[in-house]
């Protein structure tokens, strides 16, 4: 097995370079080995993981010790599951086009296989933004999916035409030249990530303090929200200063959050006389109207007071994941950040070391 694993990567380049410089030829091969194009799709995808989401890797690095681990995880498989829909899409209209020639499990391998001109596509345009440094305007967007979407129908018409020949056998052995042209646009293509990784790593070099939760021990960035607890008014982080605060950053949609609603109105009502003081932010963007929320949270009825945030108190605390808490101290700083389905257990510790300090 680990033989057979090597030896995958170093076909790689090669498997890459001949979709991308002669799709008819690879699709063939993959027709008659019935294999090769999920294995080539989800090596280009971790690939493209590690190098062009290396920005959001290194943000949950540095928010390991917050429970960033999870965040890890969900980046690495953030490129499979852009991938995935696209694939199976892709194998869909190969099968219900093949007629009665289909053969699923090797027109998933086609799908997957025409799917690389897509990611292929979207990597080098993610590579350009990366590196030139500036957010693209909408249309922009739209364009690279429409050039990687037209890619990938193009292959995916290929492969149609092989499948409905079946059985046609795997066709002339490509020369050694074509085999090296091949590798060389396989190389050709990795060097584009390799260019965004670039970019990745000298953007986090110049710009460490917009990574990982916000410091323990610095000032908690001051704020004022509105109540969307059916209360009226504003509440700001400064008003209850002398207390150890507990933000709980939330949101309707989130599950993890929704799980933690009990421990926290348990919490909240039972270290109330001790000074702790419990604050719900929510963070449902536009994903839910303020009507929404307001509802869910009067039917809830926390025992603490909960405020909207439209996303720029998300932004001070650098929240990228919910539900996400974060434990001031009674001076106004920063004594923890807890990110993600925490216990009972980690969350009241971390509030008693509030209260001791």
């Given amino acids: 097995m680990p033989g057979e694993l090597v030896a995958q990567v170093k076909r790689f380049p090669s498997a890459v370079g001949a979709l991308l410089l002669t799709p008819r030829t690879a699709l063939r091969e993959i027709e008659a080995a019935e294999k090769g194009g999920f294995s080539v799709l989800v090596g280009w995808c971790l690939a493209a993981a590690v190098t ?7 943000d949950a690095f540095m928010g390991l010790e917050a429970g960033g681990g999870m965040r890890i995880i969900s980046v690495l498989v953030g490129e499979l599951t852009d991938a995935v829909p696209v694939a199976l899409g892709a194998a869909l209209l190969i099968v219900i086009g093949a007629g009665t020639k289909r053969d699923p499990s090797v027109d998933l391998e086609l799908g997957c296989a025409a799917t690389l001109a897509f990611m292929v596509a979207r990597s080098i345009f993610r590579a350009a933004v990366i ?3 500036h957010e693209p305007g909408p249309r922009l967007v739209q364009a690279s999916y429409a050039v990687a979407g037209a890619w990938t129908l193009a292959l995916v018409l290929l492969a149609l035409q092989i499948a409905r020949l079946r059985p046609a056998g795997r066709g002339p052995e490509p020369t050694p030249t074509a085999r090296a042209r091949a590798r060389g646009v396989g190389w050709g293509a ?9 970019g990745a790593v000298v953007w986090t070099a110049r710009n460490p303090g917009r990574l990982g939760p916000v410091t323990r021990g610095a000032p908690a960035p001051e704020f004022s929200l509105p109540r969307i607890d059916g209360k ?16 709980d950053f939330w949101a309707t949609w989130c599950p993890p959050c929704l799980a933690m609603l009990p421990t926290m109105h348990e919490l909240a009502t039972e270290l109330a006389p001790r000074g702790v003081a419990f604050l719900g932010v929510d963070s ?3 994903q839910t109207s303020p009507e929404d929320v307001e509802r869910f949270v009067v039917e809830h009825a926390p025992p603490y007071p909960v405020v909207y945030d439209r996303g720029a108190v998300n932004s001070l ?13 009674r ?5 923890k950040v807890l990110t993600g389905l925490t216990g009972r257990g980690p969350l009241q510790k971390a509030i008693e070391g509030a209260l001791a300090r």
């Fill in 52 to 58: 062009l989401r290396f920005i959001s890797l290194a």
């Fill in 131 to 133: 590196v030139g440094g």
């Fill in 190 to 198: 990795l060097a584009i990530l390799g260019i965004g990784l670039v």
């Fill in 331 to 335: 001076d106004g700083s920063i004594v």
């Fill in 284 to 286: 449902d963007g536009e």
């Fill in 317 to 329: 605390y650098r929240v990228r994941a919910l539900p996400t808490m974060v434990v001031v101290g």
């Fill in 232 to 247: 009226p008014g504003e509440i700001a982080l400064s008003s209850l200063r002398g207390k150890v605060v507990v933000l």
